[in-house]
């Protein structure tokens, strides 16, 4: 009997002391802080780098490295962790743990006597700018930072070459059977001097015109009628042509008479 009441004594005492150091024990909640002012808006470039991280060791030359740390005055360890940052036209937020493998990301811890997960690692398309953060802890803090990272090289867009198209001539702008002369244009039998053109016996001054001259009034200027007469006198060719026609007609009466008389011995 008197064993089984020092048995029960020891149990009663472990519990006892196991609840009393419960009690001791301080419990830790969470707590959200974020990403220090003075790490807001900077590119990796901005910061420590030290791309011999082992923890770099993958990390493509086309991305940037992040190393972010909860410092020392605060307690507890990371749980999540939420990341905004600015690709150059959008904002992109970033989740850590994600979960894929978009943003490869993940935690580490310090080891030791007190392990605590207060290490993060994250890689973005080189050139992003991280705008802010915050982070979900198991305990209480203020802020956390950037430790140091890894720039990476920006690709620079290789410009395709566009072949410049070659000016094939177009219907319209090779020549059309209107554009070469046709009859219509070509000189007309019309267009050559005529018989109409050359003097003729109607165009020739008549005896009515040379025989009438006009004179322009004493003392008066100016008008057709100052210019010189010219032009042969027609009126008087004509008298002489009649004389030579009369006098051939009376030499040939003549010549017929005397052809007529007969001599009688």
């Not at 030290?50 to 770099?56: A, G, K, N």
């Not at 070459?161 to 070509?186: D, G, I, L, Q, W």
């Not at 267009?191 to 003097?199: D, I, K, L, R, T």
Request: charged content about 15%; some cysteine.
């Amino acid at each position: 009997m008197s064993q089984r009441r020092r048995v029960a004594r020891a149990a009663f005492s472990a519990t006892a002391a196991t609840a009393c150091l419960a009690l001791a024990t301080p419990a830790w909640a969470s707590a959200t802080i974020g990403l220090k002012s003075a790490h807001q808006g900077k590119k990796a470039g901005y910061f420590t780098q030290q791309c011999d991280d082992e923890r770099f060791a993958n990390l493509p030359d086309d991305h940037d490295g992040w190393h972010f740390v909860l410092p020392g005055k605060n307690s507890g360890s990371f749980e999540t962790l939420t990341l905004t940052f600015s690709d150059g036209t959008n904002d992109v937020t970033v989740n850590i743990p994600d979960g894929s493998d978009a943003y490869p990301d993940f935690f580490y811890s310090t080891g030791g006597k007190d392990p605590r997960q207060i290490h993060a690692y994250l890689f973005t398309p080189a050139g992003w700018k991280l705008v802010d953060g915050s982070a979900t802890i198991s305990g209480t803090g203020d802020d956390f930072n950037v430790s140091h990272t890894c720039k990476g090289t920006v690709p620079k867009p290789t410009p395709t070459p566009t072949p410049t198209p070659t000016p094939t001539p177009s219907v319209s702008e090779s020549p059309e059977p209107s554009e070469s002369p046709s009859a219509s244009e070509s000189p007309e039998p019309s267009e050559s001097p005529s018989a109409s053109e050359s003097p003729s016996a109607s165009e020739s001054p008549t005896p009515s015109d040379s025989a009438s001259p006009t004179t322009s009034p004493s003392g008066g200027t100016g008008g057709g009628s100052d210019l010189p007469l010219t032009g042969v006198a027609v009126t008087g060719m004509a008298l002489t042509g009649v004389a030579l026609v009369g006098g051939g007609v009376a030499l040939m009466t003549l010549r017929r008479r005397r052809d007529r008389i007969t001599f009688t011995g």
